[in-house]
């Protein structure tokens, strides 16, 4: 399902922002990444234009879909958003891996075991954006933020590793007809904690977590393509 924020006058001068989320799973009422993704679309941002697309907890289905959004909005920018209920901050994902593991069957009741999302494909793909400076900003905000280094291995790393997959035939593409550098489309993945209606702890409002996602948006428009904060990040486990 599609949402395109409300048209104004700059919208055409403006930047263009593909958000991303999911749909509920797991028999849970609400999934916050699809919510999110609707709001900030109907909401708008000063300086994009935000459109969005709530996927299918869908192994088969939610690649397909987001290949589809990219192709209708030609965004500047991707931010796909998923739930990482367990944690306790917004976590920007820098990796997705070429790997399909399914702890509990998708929203289709597939259940996929040790695949790889793209046989041959490269083991891992990177995050095209600024990871660590969206952390450090959503962190300032007084938001708990943190950069992770694992997607998991469920429908949300899939459709990570896939949009990162479409971001290179994109490049690809651009590089062999000379536009490769007149707009490059960065794009990557965050995962947002759980909100009080999925009970559990810790809990995040919908408006904090609005409010990261907004600072995320505004991190990525305000860095250079393929740079970074320069800050001390990892982990030593």
Do not use: W
Not at 48 to 60: M, N
Not at 157 to 166: E, P, R, S, V
Request: aromatic share 4%; proline share 9%.
């Amino acid at each position: 399902m599609s949402v395109v924020a409300p048209p104004t006058d700059h919208t055409r001068a403006h930047p263009t922002v593909l958000v991303t989320g999911f749909e509920p799973f797991a028999g849970a009422p609400v999934n916050p990444s699809g919510e999110l993704a609707r709001r900030l679309a109907e909401l708008g941002h000063p300086d994009c234009r935000i459109v969005a697309e709530v996927l299918p907890v869908s192994f088969a289905r939610a690649a397909p879909l987001l290949a589809a959004a990219i192709e209708a909005h030609d965004p500047d920018i991707v931010i796909a958003l998923g739930l990482a209920e367990t944690r306790h901050a917004i976590t920007p994902e820098r990796v997705a891996l070429n790997l399909a593991d399914a702890r509990i069957a998708d929203n289709d009741g597939d259940q996929p075991r040790d695949l790889a999302i793209e046989p041959g494909g490269p083991a891992a793909r990177f995050t095209g954006l600024p990871v660590k400076a969206i952390a450090h900003d959503i962190a300032a905000a007084g938001i708990p933020a943190e950069v992770s280094l694992t997607a998991g291995s469920y429908v949300c790393n899939h459709a990570f590793y896939a949009l990162m997959g479409l971001v290179e035939q994109r490049t690809a593409h651009r590089s062999a007809t000379g536009e490769a550098d007149a707009r490059p489309l960065r794009a990557g993945f965050i995962h947002v904690p759980a909100t009080p209606q999925l009970g559990g702890s810790p809990q995040f409002t919908l408006d904090e977590l609005e409010r990261g996602i907004r600072i995320a948006i505004s991190t990525t428009l305000a860095t250079r393509p393929h740079h970074d904060a320069d800050l001390p990040g990892g982990s030593t486990h």
